[in-house]
Structure formats: C-alpha cells, structure tokens
C-alpha cells in the first residue's frame, strides 16, 4: 500500500468514526480531503465514493446516496471490464473479477446497499414504487447473504436496510394477525442474522418500534432491555436509550423512565446530527416529567436543540414529547405554543394536524369534528396513539348520545391495548366503567334481561320462562329502576354495551 493509499484510508477510518461519535461536520471534512487525495486513482475512488454513499445515506440524503452509489458502481463496473450498466446492480459486490481486493469489494457492496437503500425509499418519504422496492430488498437480501469476511460491514447495513423496507411494505396490515406475525418473523430472522455478525444495530431499534405499532409492550421492552447496556455506536444508544424512557413512562415505571431519558441527554453530549438530537432531547423531556426538573423548561430545550429544518424531519418526536408533557398535566395551550415554535407550520405540519389536534381539543374542551378523526387516520397511528384518539372520539360520541357507538370505539382501544399495560389501558378501562356503570339485578331478572335484548316482549319472555306477563313487567320495572333508564329500548341498548365490553353485574 502506498503512502498516498494509507494516508486516504486513515480519512475514510476518521470519517465514519466521526459519525459514530456524531461529528456531521468532522464526517463531511475528512470525505472532502479523502476525495481531494485520491485525485484521479480510480481504486481511491471508488473507496471514497462509496464511503459518502454511507454518509448520505445516514444522513438521509437520498439523491446524493444515490449519485454518489451510482457513481462508485460505474467506476468498479468499468475497471472491471463490464461495459454496460445492465448486469451492474446484481454483480458488484460478489467475488470474482469486478473485485480486485478486500477493500473493493467492501466498498462495492457499501456503495450497492446504499444504492439500493436511496432507490427504494428506505431513507426518504416519497411515493412507494413497488417495484423498485422489490428490486433494492433482493439486491439488500444478495448483499446480506454474502459468505465474504470482507462485506461484515455491508452486510449489517443490508440485514437493517431490508428490514425496513419490508415493514414499511407491511405497515398498512399490521393491524391484523398474519400482518403482525409475519413482521416479528422478519424481525426475528433480521435480529438472528445481525448477531452472527455481532453488531445488531439499527434491528433492535425496529424491534422496538414494531412493539410501539403493534401493541406489544413487553416485546417491545425485552428487545430494548437485551441491547441497551452493549457497547455501541453512540447515535444508537441514544436513540435506543430515549426509546426505554419512553416505554418507561407508557407503563409509569417513572423511576425507569427518568434514568433512560437522562442518560439518552447525556450521550448526546458533541452530537450534531438532528435526528441524534431530537431522540436525546425527547429523553430530556421524559426524564423531566418523571421527575428529574421542568418540562416546560425541558420543552424549551427540545425547541433549542437543532433547527426548525432539523425538527421538519422528525415531527412526530416533537408530538411525542407534546404528548408527555400533556399527560404530566400541562396546559394545551402551551404545548401548542411549544409546537409552533419548534416546527414549521407548527400544529399544521401533514404529519401530525389531525391526530395532535383531536387530543387537543378535547384537552381543551372544546368539541371535536367527526372529519377530524377521519383525517387522523386512526389504523397508521401507533398502537397507544390509535387508543388515545379513540378515547376521544368515545367520549365526544357519549356527550353527543351515541353511546353503542361510544362502546365500539372503547372495545376497540381495549383490544388495541391489551398487551399493553399501563397509562393508556389504565384510562381505556377507566372510561369503560363510566360508559358501562354495574347494574345489581337477581337470577330472575338476569333471564329476563337475557330475552329483553333480544327484542322478545313480555308476553313471549313470559311463555318461555314459564312465568305471568305480570312478574315479568315487574322484573322490568327493577331493571329500569336499578340502570337509570327510561324505557326498554334504552335499557336493551346500556346492557349490550355492557356485554359489548365485557363488564357484568354486582
């Protein structure tokens, strides 16, 4: 190796361990003196281009990935002899004559997987072309299937990348039993596949993330807990640190939830990336709510922590330390405040209007549109978020009369919840027993009551109970009189409510 050759490796080894500590800056410096060394030697070249397609990609900068990938696949393609692009995507990165040595061919695959990362939209919120998803999952798939010491690095970045695409595929039918299950069966497969390498990575981040959809706190809790005191790569321990803090304080273990979110603080300590920033500082808020200091203050700092443009691209972190700061007990007002100070457009940001804006205004007492919860769009919210906005919409259903309908939305919150324990269920059931209050009633009148819901009249119940119209009317009257309803309709309607929700009788 020539001088020139170890002097380029050193910038490319400092420019990805600058972006380990979360040094943008320093990342961006050393890819530029890297680039101005290599000059015209095209195996430089193809080791630095590659290089910036992994910081672009980290740095969700999906066209420049995608230029720099493309141009680093070009060059290996030409030097290996290919004259066309054609077979380009699907050869480099494999053994054979496109690789000259292990740093070429690490760094053909690095440029390959973010390749195939910017092509399928893996780091950017565009339209979903199908196709090209599925054309960048094998090439991610080839990638992490490779036997080749030399691709570990890039084969953790496939096993990762893969793994997002397939559940963001997958995110409109998790909310149903085989969406559900076969995206654990990818995360468990991912998960299996990144230890071998030793270095799960951003996986346990989707692993816990996938718990926050579906539901399934404890899951999402023993994937966090089983990484968080490994030796990592700091952006990911804060975000893995914050992510702890607030499953913490979704269960109301604040002691927990304080010690997560202000270790995440600390680790963010010299990081400038934003996406870095707002985990850290959303920690910061949590901490405070739990009871390490102001969440005002803590909400201020959250604000201060990167740009307006930064926060643009993780909206709905700033709902989530909103929506601590709600349930700690502060005003919507102010946390109104704090939104359209922190984000462009504040509360009108696309990502956050209608869902923020339901639990607002029922904070605020004020009522809510029925549109409003449509354009929530209740089945892409998380799995605590969809129970949160169907508690409101139950109760602006009950102020408004619609009391079955009240109870559809309640059960549905409670199947929602149910493996998820703590703040959200705690208020699902407590909003139950309100809509469904117990109503005292003997055996007889239970069998009555059986046969009232189902429509029959006195004189059918009476035949089939073997009993005069008279001890039924009777029967009746006592069950009125005991549930605080008027007539039969009403009666019938509060007592399939209550079976709707599973509640019965004193």
């Known amino acids: 190796m020539t001088s020139v050759d170890a002097r380029c490796a050193r910038l490319l080894q400092d420019a990805r ?16 003196q890297a680039e101005e060394l290599a000059g015209a030697d095209r195996r430089l070249q193809i080791l630095v281009l590659a290089e910036r397609s992994v910081a672009c990609v980290r740095a969700e900068r999906a066209t420049e990935a995608l230029a720099a990938a493309s141009q680093c696949l070009a060059l290996a ?14 050869t480099l990165g494999e053994a054979g004559p496109t690789a000259r040595d292990d740093a070429v061919r690490a760094a053909v695959a690095d440029a390959r997987v973010s390749h195939a990362l910017a092509r399928g939209g893996a780091i950017s919120a565009g339209r979903r072309n199908e196709e090209a998803i599925a054309d960048a999952v094998a090439d991610l798939d080839a990638v992490a299937a490779s036997g080749d010491p030399a691709l570990v690095g890039a084969r953790i970045r496939a096993i990762t990348g893969a793994l997002v695409l397939r559940l963001a595929g997958i995110e409109a039918d998790l909310g149903s039993g085989h969406g559900e299950a076969q995206a654990w ?4 497969r991912a998960r299996v596949l990144s230890e071998q390498l030793r270095d799960p990575g951003t996986v346990v981040r989707q692993a816990v993330d996938l718990g926050f959809h579906t539901g399934q706190w404890a899951r999402a809790w023993d994937h966090a807990l089983s990484d968080i005191d490994r030796e990592k790569h700091r952006n990911e321990q804060v975000a893995l640190l914050t992510k702890a ?7 109301g273990w604040e002691d927990h939830a304080r010690r997560y979110g202000q270790q995440a603080l600390t680790a963010s300590v010299g990081v400038d990336l934003p996406w870095v920033r707002v985990y850290a500082y959303l920690g910061g808020v949590i901490a405070a709510a739990a009871g390490a ?11 201060r922590c990167t740009t307006r443009a930064g926060h ?4 709905n972190r700033a709902w989530l330390a909103a929506q601590v700061a709600l349930e700690d007990g502060l005003p919507a007002a102010k946390v109104r405040t704090f939104l359209d100070r922190t984000l ?12 923020a804006e339901v639990q607002l205004r029922h904070r605020e007492g004020r009522p809510v549109d029925p549109d409003l919860f449509e354009a929530a769009d209740i089945p892409r919210q998380l799995a605590p978020e969809r129970a949160r906005i169907l508690l409101v919409r139950a109760a602006e259903r009950s102020r408004t009369g619609l009391h079955t309908a009240a109870a559809q939305d309640l059960a549905q919150a409670r199947t929602i919840v149910r493996h998820w324990p703590g703040r959200v269920l705690q208020r699902v059931e407590a909003a139950v027993e309100q809509v469904t209050p117990s109503v005292p009633g003997t055996p007889a009148q239970r069998r009555v009551l059986d046969l009232l819901v189902e429509g029959w009249s006195n004189r059918d119940i009476a035949g089939r109970l073997g009993c005069s119209q008279r001890t039924v009317a009777v029967h009746v009257s006592a069950l009125l009189a005991a549930s605080g309803t008027t007539s039969r309709t009403e009666l019938a309607g ?8 599973g509640s019965g009788y004193e």
């Open 312 to 315: 643009a691209t993780r909206p």
């Open 245 to 251: 803090a607030q499953l913490a304080w979704e269960r």
């Open 494 to 501: 509060q007592e399939l409510r209550r079976r709707l929700l």
């Open 293 to 303: 200091g102001s969440v005002e203050a803590a909400l201020r700092a959250y604000t």
């Open 77 to 90: 393609a030409e030097s290996a002899g290919q004259p066309g692009a054609a077979e380009r995507d699907r």
């Open 344 to 355: 462009p457009g504040g509360l009108e940001h696309p990502a956050l209007h209608a869902a």
């Open 17 to 32: 361990a600058r972006w380990l500590l979360g040094d943008a800056a320093g990342t961006w410096a050393a890819l530029a």
């Open 185 to 188: 069966i990818w995360v468990s």
